[in-house]
């Protein structure tokens, strides 16, 4: 299992409603269902993701996310996931807001793109970096928004979002180093998110 969907799991409380934007093939929703018997439904638009979600037998709408989420009532999900996903967003911050909208909290992962491996490749080699977390060119990479992990703060501070929880975790796990310079040696970044009483 990896990582990340571990730490998301913690922050689900069983036997609840989820939805999953952006949600892949289906990996996360389908744990989510068999451990915590939670009722999911995945938000997808790669048909081939949308085929093998229906091949896990996770429910999946075929929608394109950057056109809106209107067809979802303001609080019918528990917890609205995005994972991965928000830095492809043409508009994160509207994004957030619906998540806001239509769930009671919001987890929120994302690659940081001022992890130290990055900040060298581009310093040294002077090009985008790539690699195991970040595996596109610049020219193909479906992330149109380079987000670090203080550029989401500044961000939810400004929209009154709360940050309910927060984990930050390189390739290994967490550790003093990565949480005490999150913003530097972080290479993922979860949130748990609500809207602020």
């Known amino acids: 299992m990896r990582l990340d969907h571990q730490a998301i799991q913690k922050w689900i409380p069983p036997k609840?409603?989820?939805?999953?934007?952006?949600?892949?093939?289906?990996?996360?929703l389908r744990q989510l269902t068999?451990?915590?018997?939670?009722?999911?439904?995945?938000?997808?638009?790669?048909?081939?993701?949308?085929?093998?979600?229906v091949e896990i037998c996770v429910n999946v709408i075929e929608q394109n996310l950057d056109e809106g989420l209107s067809n979802f009532?303001?609080?019918?999900?528990?917890?609205?996931?995005?994972?991965?996903t928000i830095q492809t967003m043409h508009n994160p911050d509207k994004v957030l807001n619906e998540m806001l909208r239509i769930g009671r909290q919001a987890v929120v992962t994302f690659p940081n793109f001022a992890h130290w491996r990055a900040r060298w490749h581009l310093f040294w080699k002077g090009r985008m970096p790539v690699s195991e977390h970040l595996p596109y060119e610049w020219y193909n990479t479906p992330n149109i928004h380079f987000c670090t992990i203080t550029d989401f703060e500044v961000l939810c501070h400004d929209m009154g979002i709360k940050v309910v929880d927060k984990l930050v975790i390189d390739r290994n796990g967490t550790s003093p180093l990565v949480e005490s310079f999150p913003n530097y040696f972080a290479e993922t970044a979860l949130y748990l998110l609500s809207k602020k009483s």
């Open 16 to 28: 609840t409603r989820v939805l999953d934007l952006g949600c892949g093939d289906g990996t996360l």
């Open 73 to 84: 009532d303001d609080l019918s999900f528990d917890t609205v996931i995005m994972s991965q």
């Open 34 to 53: 068999d451990e915590l018997n939670i009722h999911g439904y995945g938000v997808e638009i790669n048909p081939e993701n949308i085929l093998r979600c």
